[in-house]
């Protein structure tokens, strides 16, 4: 009770109302906040670039805005070229998914599973997948569905526009406001603070840029190779592909599933699943045997085990979301901990210093 000073109490105090606004900002500007966490995830990816053209003679802000120029180019790019045929695709999907269509396609997969396995229950999927269907069909919830589309679209609008933004001055004045943040830490912190986030920095750095080129070579090929086995709409298949094989362990099975599922709705039989199938496995056999050992050599530093349990709590407190940022998250932990275990075993700063009693001299 004697090391209960009033400075203390003070601190703790200024502690607790800073935690309590940092949260309330987070609650009620989510979306900003969201923005920001982009920008930073962009700056990130993009500073190497940035350092090169600086270290080649090239002004840093002329370097920022080459590289974001050359980002902003390439979204165009995808925009007008890429978009609409994706777009294209899915429309033509989307017409093909009828109720009808859904429950016939059902009965014959249901009706060429159970001649495979004879434990499956009759009526087990055409019942199931006609509810389904009738949800989502179900007239009454299509204006929120796409209010939540015209909402997303708004979203990303703005997103254009904020976040290569806040990503310029976070590439031209990340150095000083790492400065400014750090002053307010105390002395005997500093170094410890400074190391932890030059580790973070780097290694989610490094991941991000890892799991976007992993993403677009994934969906390149799975376009490709999709295209060459006979798909129609390979390319919106293959960009969907891309994305999901960003979440580790679920992304393969859901690229599986899912050119299975085109498959069957573009030809109303089975002629396509096994190709299809074939061309996704060498697109996974070419991403585990290439593209995972070269690219993931140094982000990842983490057991398998670990990521599969991670990734299913992830799945389990926020769902598809929680998927793709539960492994930035852990290694933000992880990194964390073994930073200040080593500094509490290495730094006096950090060890209680016992005063020992006085000795009385009379």
């Known amino acids: 009770m004697r090391n209960i000073t009033l400075e203390k109490i003070v601190r703790f105090g200024i502690g607790v109302t800073a935690m309590g606004v940092l949260g309330l900002i987070l609650y009620n500007y989510s979306t900003l906040v969201a923005y920001v966490v982009l920008a930073m995830i962009l700056s990130y990816i993009l500073d190497p670039f940035v350092n090169r053209l600086q270290r080649m003679g090239m002004n840093r802000t002329f370097g920022i805005t080459l ?81 939540d589309a015209v909402g997303l679209f708004t979203n990303i609008f703005s997103a254009v526009l904020v976040v290569p933004f806040a990503a310029f001055f976070f590439l031209k004045d990340g150095s000083k406001i790492r400065r400014d943040l750090l002053q307010l830490v105390p002395n005997k912190y500093f170094e410890t603070t400074l190391t932890l986030i030059d580790k973070i920095e780097k290694r989610l750095g490094l991941y991000f840029r890892s799991v976007l080129a992993q993403s677009f070579i994934v969906a390149f090929l799975s376009w490709t190779t999709l295209s060459v086995a006979g798909l129609e709409n390979s390319l919106s298949v293959g960009i969907s592909v891309g994305i999901a094989n960003t979440i580790p362990y679920f992304g393969p099975i859901i690229g599986y599933v899912l050119s299975i599922i085109v498959s069957i709705i573009e030809t109303g039989d089975f002629s396509l699943v096994l190709v299809c199938i074939i061309a996704i496995f060498i697109v996974q056999l070419t991403d585990n045997l290439v593209l995972q050992p070269f690219l993931f050599s140094r982000s990842a530093d983490m057991h398998p085990v670990a990521i599969l349990f991670i990734i299913l709590i992830g799945a389990e407190t926020a769902g598809i979301l929680g998927m793709l940022i539960a492994i930035p998250l852990a290694t933000v932990v992880k990194i964390t901990v073994n930073q200040i275990s080593w500094s509490f075993n290495n730094y006096q700063v950090f060890r209680i210093q016992n005063t020992p009693p006085a000795i009385n001299s009379s």
Request: aromatic share 8%.
């Open 67 to 147: 590289t974001l120029s050359a980002v902003i180019l390439l979204l165009v790019f995808i925009s007008t070229n890429v978009f609409p045929l994706f777009v294209g695709e899915m429309i033509e999907l989307t017409e093909n998914l009828t109720i009808d269509r859904i429950e016939q396609i059902a009965s014959d997969v249901e009706a060429k599973l159970t001649e495979d396995f004879s434990f499956i229950p009759p009526g087990f999927l055409e019942e199931n997948v006609t509810q389904i269907a009738a949800e989502l069909f179900d007239l009454g919830k299509l204006s929120t569905v796409l209010g």
